[in-house]
Structures are given as C-alpha cells and as structure tokens.
C-alpha cells in the first residue's frame, strides 16, 4: 500500500521531511493546503503535488488523503491534528505535539478513542544512530549511566518569524529544546522511568514578552542519574549535540538530531576513543517508514501518544520553572 499523504501548510520543512522522504520510500504526497491558495500552488507546483488547496479544511475533505502531515506553525499543530482525526485521517504531526500538555491530552484522547495513527515527528528517534547510543549505553561499556547533556543551538531567525510569537506558541523551548527534553525522556526510558524537572532558568528575546531566547535545566532521571539542556534561539553558531556521561566513560553525538549531517560518535573509556559511523537513511526516510508500518498494522507506532503527552508536560514544566508561562493556546 502507497501511503497518499496530504500537507497541511506550504511550510519549507516539508521539503526535507516529507518530499523528499517520500519519493525515497515510494509513497505519494497528493495535496497540499494553504490559506494562501498561490502559496499552495507553488509548493505543488516545486514539489510536483497533483492538487493545491486553498484552505485546510479542503485537505481534510479529499478522500484520496490517507494521512495528514502537519506542518504548520505550533500554535496550530493540537487544532489541525484534532481536526485531521476527527476527519478520519492518520497524522504525522510536526512537533511539538501542542502548545501545552492540556491541548495535547484532549488530542490523544480523541486519537485513541478513534483507529487512526497519530504520532508526533520526532524524527531522530527513529534513526539507527539513537538505536546504537542505546545500545552502547545499556552494554555496560561506559559504565552505568550517571548523566546525560543535550545542546540545540541555532543562529537566530528573522525578527518577524512565527518562532518568535507568543500567540503561535514560539520559543526556544518549543522549537528547539523541545528535542533534548524528548531525548531524556528517551534516555530515562532505557532507564526504567520518566525525567523529572528540577530546576530551569531561561531569558526573553528582546521586544517579545514571554517568548525565550534560550533556556537551560535541570533534571532527574532515573537511577540517580541527571540530565542538562542549553537550548539557544540565537546562538553564534548551530549545534545539535547529544552527550551520555557513564562511570567509566562517554558517548557522544554531534548532531544526534540530524544524523544525516553528521553521523559520527565518539566512545571514550578512560583514555581510549573510538569512533563509529552509523549510516542509514535519513532520519526523517525512517520516521515515514516506521510511520507507514504502524498505519499498515505491522507495528505499533514507535513513538505514541503517551510520550507526545509527557513531552509537552515536561516542556510546560521546564517553562514554570523558569518563571515563565507555558504557551497559551485553544482548539
């Protein structure tokens, strides 16, 4: 079965991580959505998508689309989910999930009350690279696990960019950190348990009340182990590096969330390095074929809802204990 995917929102993103995902793994990308129809028409048009629409609604009403991917801006990603299960659609959602862990529950609800797939695109957790850290992490080979760092940094994006919006759920937390709190949670998993925040601090940007520019915390993972996040919207320089600090030695990706960049790790064990190479498809190539396997039925989807609800709580907690607000938001 070829997946017929419908788009919602002429987002950029949607070229590497849909499109061309896609064509890798031989599914079909039928439609795409826009309330700006000349916008979607283009997208169609660069991207050889048989028919542009100009509204979302229309997306959801064409009965040739099995599954909706979600790529608009934050703010909107719990709505058009809801709105896409309700409509009997499949959905691969961009993350986050929602703009805060009470959207996010009322979207899980309404997807398990239906038979639909909803799985939120956290794309390198599906890449063998987070595999082999796992596997590293739990041989014994570093030792037991006694603390993991994660570091999302990017150059800053354009002043009038919907990541700088309060009102469309922006932030560095939501479109960054979000990634490293999703890695602990992975992390505390293999572990046998869930992150706990413990402490957060973080800093606005210039002329946006309420939206950070970075962020940094703390948590507690399971086993006594901790975890650090620097999440930066406006950084010097772009870094996506993931760290596992064990009793007797470390692992490290430099771009553990972009694998495809950089697909390198480091293991040090005393004063020994060595350094693998792990290749595979692109992360977001694995995230559609492990997402097309869960729609098939031949396996459940690798990242469910549970884990989209605890990611957006921990990112909510992470705000609080910065002394700033979780984003506000409504269906």
Same mark, same amino acid.
């Given at each position: 079965m070829t997946l017929r995917i419908g788009v919602l929102g002429a987002a950029r993103i949607a070229g590497t991580a849909l499109i061309e995902p896609a064509a890798q793994t031989g599914h079909r990308v039928v439609a795409v959505g826009s309330r700006d129809l000349d916008r979607a028409r283009a997208f169609a048009s660069r991207h050889g998508v048989q028919r542009a629409y100009g509204s979302y609604d229309e997306v959801l009403a064409d009965p040739e689309v099995d599954v909706v991917y979600n790529a608009l801006v934050n703010s909107q990603h719990a709505p058009w989910n809801l709105r896409a299960v309700r409509a009997g659609k499949h959905v691969l959602s961009e993350k986050p999930f929602a703009a805060n862990g009470t959207l996010a529950r009322v979207v899980a609800d309404a997807a398990r009350a239906s038979d639909r797939v909803v799985m939120e695109a956290f794309h390198y957790a599906m890449h063998p690279m987070m595999r082999r850290i796992r596997d590293i992490a739990l041989s014994g080979e570093i030792g037991d696990v006694r603390h993991v760092e994660v570091t999302m940094m990017i150059p800053a994006p354009a002043d009038d960019d919907p990541r700088w919006s309060l009102e469309l759920a922006g932030g560095a937390l939501m479109d960054l950190g979000c990634y490293g709190l999703h890695a602990f949670g992975q992390v505390a998993g293999w572990l046998g348990g869930r992150p706990v925040m413990r402490s957060a601090r973080a800093g606005e940007r210039a002329g946006r009340p309420g939206v950070d520019e970075w962020a940094q915390a703390e948590l507690?993972?399971?086993?006594?182990? &901790?975890? *650090?996040?620097? &999440?930066?919207? =406006?950084?010097?320089? &772009?870094?996506?590096?993931?760290?596992?600090?064990? *009793?007797?030695?470390?692992?490290e990706a430099p771009s553990f969330v972009l694998p495809q960049l950089d697909d390198r790790l480091r293991v040090m064990t005393g004063t020994v390095e060595r350094r693998e190479w792990v290749r595979g498809p692109s992360s977001y190539a694995c995230q559609l074929t492990a997402f097309d396997a869960a729609v098939r039925g031949r396996a459940? /989807?690798?990242?469910?809802?549970?884990? /989209?609800? =605890?990611t957006m709580d921990l990112v909510d907690a992470t705000y609080r204990a910065a002394g700033m607000e979780p984003r506000p938001g409504i269906l």
């Open positions: 507690d993972l399971p086993g006594g182990a &901790t975890a *650090s996040l620097l &999440t930066h919207m =406006a950084a010097p320089e &772009t870094l996506l590096r993931l760290v596992l600090i064990g *009793s007797r030695g470390q692992v459940a /989807a690798p990242l469910g809802l549970d884990d /989209a609800v =605890a």
